[in-house]
C-alpha cells in the first residue's frame, strides 16, 4: 500500500503518543520534503522533529513536478506542503493520502484520491484490533485536550462504530 501524508495527521498522532500506528498499519509512509519540512524545521518541536527524523516508516520524497505544486497552490490557496501532498500522492500512484484540513481533503477527492484523517487513522486501528475502544476513547480525550481541531461530526462518527 502506498501512503503520502501531509503535515497535519502526523502532528495529531504526535500529540496523543500513536505516531507508531502508522507503521503498524501502513508500513511506509511517504512525505513529499515541504511537509517533511514543515514537521522538523520549527525550533519549538525539537522532540518531535527528532521522532519523525526517527521514524523508520518515513520516507522522504521530492515531488518530480514543482510546476504542478506552484499551480495547484496558485488556483486553490493551499499551502506548499499540502499542494506537495497532493501532487505526491498522484505521482506516486497512491493507495491513501493522510490530511485533515478540509479543503485540501476536497480538492484531492476531486481528483479522485482516497483521503484519510486522524479520526479515519484512529478508526483503522480500532477495526484492525490494534486500538481498543478505551485507547481510542483516550486518543479522542487527548486530541481534544491538544487543541487538535477535528470537527465534531468526525468525532460522533468514530464514537458510534465503537463497540460499548
Known amino acids: 500500500m502506498i501512503v503520502v501524508s501531509d503535515t497535519t495527521p502526523l502532528i495529531s498522532l504526535l ?15 511517504f512525505l513529499p520534503e515541504a511537509v517533511f519540512n514543515e514537521l522538523v524545521v520549527d525550533k519549538r518541536f525539537h522532540e518531535e522533529a527528532q521522532i519523525i527524523r526517527n521514524e523508520n516508516c518515513i520516507e522522504v520524497r521530492k515531488v518530480c513536478s514543482p510546476e504542478a505544486v506552484d499551480i495547484l497552490r496558485r488556483a486553490t490557496g493551499l499551502d506548499v506542503g499540502e499542494s506537495e501532498a497532493i501532487i505526491l500522492t498522484d505521482e506516486l500512484n497512491a493507495d491513501v493520502l493522510l490530511m485533515d484540513e478540509a479543503k485540501g481533503r ?9 483521503v484519510m484523517g486522524t479520526i479515519g487513522i484512529i478508526m483503522v486501528a480500532y477495526e484492525e484490533n490494534v486500538l481498543t475502544s478505551e485507547d481510542v476513547k483516550e486518543c479522542i ?15 460522533n462518527m468514530l464514537l458510534s462504530r465503537l463497540d460499548s
Do not use: A, C, N, V
Open 15 to 29: 500529540k496523543i503518543d500513536k505516531i507508531w500506528l502508522l507503521e503498524k498499519l501502513f508500513g511506509k509512509i
Open 106 to 114: 476536497d480538492i484531492s477527492k476531486q481528483l479522485g484520491h482516497k
Open 141 to 155: 480525550e487527548q486530541l481534544k485536550k491538544s487543541g487538535r481541531h477535528i470537527g465534531q461530526r468526525f468525532y
